[in-house]
T-cell receptor, first 114, second 111 residues
Framework: EPEVTQTPSHQVTQMGQEVILRCVPI?????FYWYRQILGQKVEFLVS????????KSEIFDDQFSVERPDGSNFTLKIRSTKLEDSAMYFC????????????FGPGTRLTVL | QKEVEQDPGPLSVPEGAIVSLNCTYS??????FMWYRQYSRKGPELLMY????GNKEDGRFTAQVDKSSKYISLFIRDSQPSDSATYLC???????????FGAGTRLFVKA
């Protein structure tokens, strides 16, 4: 069964450093998403990406964040200058087509900012 | 008022019990309703997916949506210890770009 994959599974970084989280969505899916989940809190939408551009973003997704689909298979989330409060699980999701399909999530990357 | 409300529990039941999990929401634009299961430090796993109002059954799981009351439910029959997890309700509108999640209900099924 096709699945969304994410690397690394765990990333530890120092405050102020840049990190790139990587995702490989399900092949032939068209819509891509990043969500985050701070420990003990709910899953929060960050950004959606379609047709090589951001289609919607949340208030959390400020100038420190960027997304890219560099090569037609990978989908990345970059955090330019990490803060302690960026520590969370980051989930990538993909969706085949609207309106009837739904999102399938990857296993997540646990980001720890020290 | 939060867009999606879900009691975080925890909910503890004996093996074999029927479990009822619920969410309420405020945004009438939501049309697609999902239930995800999440084990500790893992990604959400899709369990059930329904469009608009009605019931949907899949094995031991039944999802119900009542749009007039803005209320959705997930029933688990013959619950098993392996069902112990956090259950997340989630929903989105027809635009589909973002999904809004509830806080998740932690379920413990005791053997």
């Amino acid at each position: 069964e096709p699945e969304v994959t994410q690397t690394p599974s765990h990333q530890v970084t120092q405050m102020g450093q840049e990190v790139i989280l990587r995702c490989v969505p399900i092949s032939n899916h068209l819509y891509f998403y990043w969500y985050r989940q701070i420990l003990g809190q709910k899953v929060e939408f960050l950004v959606s990406f379609y047709n090589n551009e951001i289609s919607e973003k949340s208030e959390i997704f400020d100038d420190q964040f960027s997304v890219e689909r560099p090569d037609g298979s990978n989908f990345t989330l970059k955090i330019r200058s990490t803060k302690l409060e960026d520590s969370a699980m980051y989930f990538c999701a993909s969706l085949g087509g609207l309106p009837t399909d739904t999102q399938y999530f990857g296993p997540g990357t646990r980001l720890t900012v020290l | 008022q939060k867009e999606v409300e879900q009691d975080p529990g925890p909910l503890s039941v004996p093996e074999g019990a029927i479990v009822s999990l619920n969410c309420t929401y405020s945004n009438s634009a939501f049309q697609y309703f999902m239930w995800y299961r999440q084990y500790s430090r893992k990604g959400p796993e899709l369990l059930m997916y329904t469009y608009s109002s009605g019931n949907k059954e899949d094995g031991r799981f039944t999802a119900q949506v009542d749009k007039s009351s803005k209320y959705i439910s997930l029933f688990i029959r013959d619950s098993q210890p392996s069902d112990s997890a956090t259950y997340l309700c989630a929903m989105r509108g027809t635009g589909g770009f973002k999904t809004i999640f509830g806080a998740g209900t932690r379920l413990f099924v005791k053997a």
